[in-house]
């Protein structure tokens, strides 16, 4: 039998993750089936449960790319790592940043009932409240009269504005779900910038 290259297993990978998302976006994750996805992927099951143990492990997986493609872009367009908060949300929402899934708010939902995908969501945080620390952190670095106004150290004020970030970007995500207007996210981004002025 013939040896498969990394690069055939990515590449697999990829195609049913992408089958998967297709669907998800589709149909919600809820009333996706597995039978959906190996359609959409045109792999049989059998080649499919090779990569994963089914819809949960997928869905988790395309989240991950999901966050980790957004966190690329802010990343990014940081340049020398130094975002305000303004801009590093207007950065995460602006016209050609990754999107969060529109069935994120289902995500959501699911975590309240499913341990392993509050667990995901709970990481995917986590991980991106670091990064979002540490991108204002290094902005109220290089402006300290920020912090200094409120009696802060730079690395308190940015663990303190994190959270609220995260919340901005959530209520992009809902906005986006409700009004299927993805023009709208250059206004939001700009309705940031002027909020956190």
Request: hydrophobic share 45%; aromatic share 6%; charged share 25%.
């Amino acid at each position: 039998m013939p040896k498969v290259s990394q690069e055939h297993r990515d590449a697999r990978r990829a195609q049913i993750l992408q089958a998967s998302a297709a669907c998800f976006e589709r149909k919600g994750y809820q009333r996706t089936t597995m039978a959906d996805i190996i359609k959409e992927s045109g792999l049989s099951a059998g080649a499919i449960y090779v990569y994963f143990a089914g819809k949960q492990d997928i869905v988790r997986a395309v989240a991950q790319e999901s966050i980790t493609a957004r966190v690329e872009a802010i990343t990014a367009r940081a340049g020398d790592g130094a975002l305000s908060p303004g801009d590093l949300v207007a950065a995460a929402v602006a016209s050609g940043a990754p999107t969060a899934p529109s069935f994120a708010p289902e995500l959501w939902s699911l975590a309240r009932r499913d341990d392993k995908v509050r667990e995901l969501l709970v990481g995917f945080l986590d991980d991106a409240r670091d990064v979002a620390e540490t991108t204002v952190r290094a902005w109220a670095e290089q402006h300290p009269e920020t912090c200094a106004a409120r009696g802060l150290s730079p690395e308190a004020w940015a663990r303190g504005v994190a959270p609220a970030i995260l919340g901005l970007l959530a209520g992009q995500s809902l906005m986006s779900l409700v009004s299927g207007d993805k023009a709208g996210d250059d206004a939001y981004a700009e309705a940031i910038r002027l909020l956190l002025e």
